[in-house]
């Protein structure tokens, strides 16, 4: 029996603007930091593709759509914007980026005080 193929999508397109992160330095970290059987750097061509603003990552092995969050909050944090831009699960198979909504914080501040 053959493995069913899993296909993870991560929309860089924050609402309806031009991505902060350019696609293809994302799919190329993807690229590099996928492990397979416990080692990077053994995802074959095609399985991580990218088209404008999404990326896709088509996989035939185990792999959980929390571990793409992982990799690409750690991709967030090294680039130095994880402290803007956060992870948001829009649908089962697909992850988008947002800014974090800091006007209802202070708000919420201003309403203690």
Do not use: C, H
Not at 15 to 40: M, Y
Not at 89 to 102: A, D, G, K, Q, V
Not at 103 to 113: H, K, N, Y
Request: glycine share 6%.
């Amino acid at each position: 029996m053959a493995p069913k193929s899993k296909t993870f999508v991560v929309d860089l397109a924050l609402s309806g603007e031009q991505s902060v992160i350019d696609a293809a330095e994302l799919a190329k970290f993807f690229q590099e930091r996928i492990k397979i059987n416990g080692k990077t750097g053994r995802v074959a061509e095609g399985v991580v593709t990218s088209e404008g603003n999404k990326i896709s990552v088509t996989v035939d092995f185990p792999m959980s759509k929390r571990y793409l969050k992982y990799l690409t909050k750690k991709f967030l944090k090294k680039r130095e914007l994880r402290d803007w831009l956060r992870v948001v699960s829009t649908n089962p198979s697909t992850y988008e980026l947002r800014y974090f909504n800091i006007e209802d914080a202070e708000a919420a501040e201003g309403d203690e005080e």
